[in-house]
Structure formats: structure tokens, C-alpha cells
């Protein structure tokens, strides 16, 4: 498998850097694990929210896992894997908090200023917002990994785009990556979470081992590694010698009855209903109150610093290390998502209690 456009593309970066011993795709691992808004992702929602339950899968565990799969799918092709793993590693920068109920609200109440797709604004959390609005000066191939991965669109087999994207322009999910690295790290999304949601609804009781139908744990596996060791192998055979990174045709059957189980007996449960009509709720919340403080102050950091609720102070100083490019920003209120967006869940809960719920005068 040879990728479609020139290494200088690939490798080159927005703004030119003297190249070391580590090498153009290791070296944007290493960006990509010191930055703020990876270790955010371990106090993120996967799918359940339960920041105290260590055996339920958070999204930093995700993306690890994304990782060592897309590692085993290059392995087995031929393909980059310190590229495959820099795009793993940096694929989930822009989730919001609590998952995808998160992104949906959120995208919701910005529709008015383009909405919020995870995906697209991961390439703005790497270009424009982390390191106070430095961004992370990644490769094209990484930045184009990262705002292409799509993890919704299941799909039996993927290439590469052959033409050169003008990535700041994405707007949505319409792209394939432009590099066999990156297909492989979109295929190792699907195979990695598919699994692993299975075995945390099973620990979260909503659904026992034997609820999943038979053809699929006699064909996929009982437990999640089986699963994914089944499919990685899968993946590695039906690819190997031809132009696209593909599942056999039975595999791709049995992942989408897969997905259909998941999505009727875990993504619906009446356990997460309950749980998205809290979150949406909690984000109105914050978003409304921000955007609100946002149209009152603007710039004004004094105002910020001296509110009465925490999320103001950390709002405000937010803004203060990126004044620069919000006020040339066609929407400079996205500043609003922006923050909202880089919240972890623990975070938004604590934000969200302070606003809603006076404190206890103290006793004098």
C-alpha cells in the first residue's frame, strides 16, 4: 500500500520546524501526549459516566486503544505505524464533555455559528487553541488523520483520497483520510469501542453476556479482546494486496448486527436517557450562562476576574491567552464552545452545581 500524495506534503507543518532525532511522526506523539487537552480525555465520557468505577472505559483509554489496534493493522499491512499511532493518539482532542450527548447538545446551541462536530473541532484544538492558542504545529498527514477519522460512518472497506484537502476548510464528515494510516486508524475506532461498550454495560448491569446474540459471540467472541483480535485479523487478510483497508464480507455482517445490538440495548438503554437528559440540561446551563457573560463583557478581563463564580475567572483568563485570534474569528463567541467544549465531565458537573446552587452562608 503506497500512499497517494508526496512525503513533503505529508510531513510538512503549518509553520517550519528544524527536524530531530525523533523523526516528523514520533514527534508529534510526543506533542500530542504533553498537551492539556489529552489529559483532559481521562476525565471524559466514553459512553458511561462514572468517574469513580476504574473498570468503566474513559475516552484517554479509547484512544489508547485506537492506538494498539491501528499499531496491529500497520503492523500487518506494511504501513507507518508512528504515524498511525500519532493520529490515534490525537483522533478524540476535540470530544466534548460526556460523550456524544455532549457533541449533540452542543451542536445544537451553536448552530447558529456553524455548530460543533468533534471531529472538525479537533483540528481546531491541535491548530489553534492548545498551548494558548499556539496549537501543536502538527503534520498535514497527522492533522488530516485527526479531522478525517469519522468515528459514526461504519463502512466495509476505506481508501485514500487522492487529492490534496485544504483542511482549515472541513466543515464536516464528508472526507476520507489521505493516507492508508489513517484508514487504518478509522477502522481501528470502530473495532475498538464496538467490544468495550459491551463489556462496560455488562459491568454498568444493564445488559448480562448472554444477551448478545449467539452468532456474534460464536463468530466475533465472547469478550472484547476476542473481538477485536477476530476483526484485526480479518482486517489484515482481506487487505493485504489490495488498495483499501477492508472487512471480509461476513465480518462486516456480523459488525453491523453488532452495532444494531449495541445501539438497542446499550446506546437506548433507559439508564442512558436518563443520564443524556441530565447532561443536556447541564450544558444548556453552562453554554447559556457563558455565551450570556460573553455578550456582556467581551473582552473585559477585570469584569471575569472578579465574578463570583469560578467558571467566569477561568473563562475570562481562557480568552486572555487567545484574545489575539477570537477577535479576528468570524464568530468570535465560539470562544464560548471553545471552553465548553475542553471541559472535562467532572468539571462541567462542578461549574454547572456552582451556578445552580447558592452556597450555604458561612456562620459567623
Known amino acids: 500500500m503506497k500512499n497517494p500524495l508526496p512525503n513533503t506534503l505529508y510531513h510538512s507543518r503549518l509553520k517550519p520546524r528544524r527536524p530531530d532525532i525523533r523523526g516528523d511522526y514520533f514527534r508529534d506523539q510526543t506533542a500530542i501526549i504533553h498537551s492539556s487537552p489529552f489529559r483532559r480525555l481521562k476525565h471524559k465520557t466514553q459512553v458511561f459516566f462514572s468517574p469513580k468505577n476504574d473498570h468503566i472505559c474513559t475516552r484517554i483509554e479509547h484512544v489508547l486503544h485506537v492506538s494498539t489496534i491501528a499499531t496491529t493493522l500497520c503492523k500487518g499491512l506494511g504501513l507507518d505505524v508512528e504515524l498511525a499511532q500519532a493520529i490515534a493518539l490525537g483522533h478524540d482532542l476535540g470530544h466534548a464533555p460526556f460523550g456524544h450527548i455532549g457533541e449533540l447538545v452542543l451542536n445544537q446551541l451553536s448552530r447558529s455559528i456553524g455548530g460543533f462536530i468533534h471531529e472538525v473541532h479537533g483540528l481546531r484544538v491541535v491548530d489553534k487553541i492548545t498551548r494558548n492558542g499556539h496549537g501543536l504545529n502538527l503534520t498535514y498527514a497527522v492533522r ?112 453491523c448486527q453488532l452495532k444494531k445490538f449495541n445501539y438497542k440495548r446499550i446506546y437506548n438503554h433507559e439508564q442512558i436517557k436518563k443520564s443524556d ?43 486572555s491567552n487567545r484574545t489575539g485570534f477570537y477577535q479576528k474569528e468570524r464568530y468570535p463567541e465560539r470562544c464560548v464552545v471553545d471552553f465548553v467544549a475542553g471541559m472535562t465531565d467532572i468539571y462541567a458537573l462542578e461549574s454547572a452545581n456552582e451556578l445552580l446552587f447558592p452556597r450555604p452562608v458561612d456562620r459567623r
Do not use: W
Not at 463468530?219 to 483480535?229: F, K, R, V, Y
Not at 455565551?291 to 480568552?319: C, P, T, W
Open 144 to 255: 488530516d488523520g485527526i479531522v478525517s477519522h469519522c468515528g459514526e460512518h461504519f463502512q466495509k472497506s476505506i481508501a485514500p483520497q487522492k487529492k490534496e484537502k485544504t483542511l482549515e476548510s472541513i466543515s464536516a464528515r464528508q472526507t476520507a483520510p489521505l493516507t492508508y494510516e489513517g484508514c487504518a486508524v478509522r477502522v481501528a475506532d470502530k473495532v475498538a469501542y464496538l467490544g468495550r461498550d459491551i463489556e462496560d454495560a455488562i459491568t454498568a448491569g444493564m445488559i448480562r453476556s448472554r444477551d448478545v446474540p449467539d452468532v456474534i459471540r460464536k463468530s466475533l467472541g465472547n469478550t472484547n479482546g476476542e473481538i477485536i483480535d477476530t476483526l484485526v485479523m480479518d482486517v489484515i487478510r482481506t487487505s493485504a494486496g489490495t488498495d483499501a483497508v477492508s472487512f471480509s464480507d461476513e465480518k462486516y455482517d456480523l459488525i
Open 277 to 319: 437528559k441530565s447532561v443536556r440540561s447541564l450544558i444548556e446551563v453552562l453554554y447559556g450562562h457563558l455565551l450570556m457573560g460573553y455578550q456582556n463583557l467581551e473582552y473585559d478581563y477585570h469584569a471575569y476576574k472578579n465574578s463570583d463564580y469560578q467558571v467566569d475567572r477561568d473563562f475570562g483568563k481562557f480568552i
